[in-house]
């Protein structure tokens, strides 16, 4: 008698346990029959690209809209060539072996 009654709280158990992983969604621990009166725990696995990706295309609307303010236009931005002495000036080569000499000497003095 007390054999069959807890029986029927095992069971009931197992069907209340299995609406509460319904309901709790894909990523909730979930327990499923596997045998007969056997439970495991199964859990929805996601691989670390899958969320690496879910998390960039959350971001994708954000970037769009706050980033521009932080990013300098390129008429503002200095080029290497700024630092080189001007190709179209008569003393153009005259300057860029100064400069060789110069790096070579500090080159050496290290």
Known sequence: MIAGHVERQQHARRHV?????TAAGPRATRRVLRQPHRLE??????????RQV???QGLTAWAASELPRFIK?????????D???DPSSE???QQVKTYNLNSF?????R
Not at 41 to 50: D, L, N, Q, V
Request: net charge negative.
């Open 105 to 109: 000497s500090f080159a050496r003095s």
């Open 41 to 50: 725990e199964t859990r929805k696995t996601y691989s670390s690209i899958e």
């Open 17 to 21: 346990e299995a609406a509460a992983a």
């Open 91 to 93: 003393t153009f080569f």
């Open 73 to 81: 236009p390129s008429e503002f931005c200095w080029q290497p060539s």
């Open 83 to 85: 630092l080189l002495p």
């Open 54 to 56: 879910e998390v960039i």
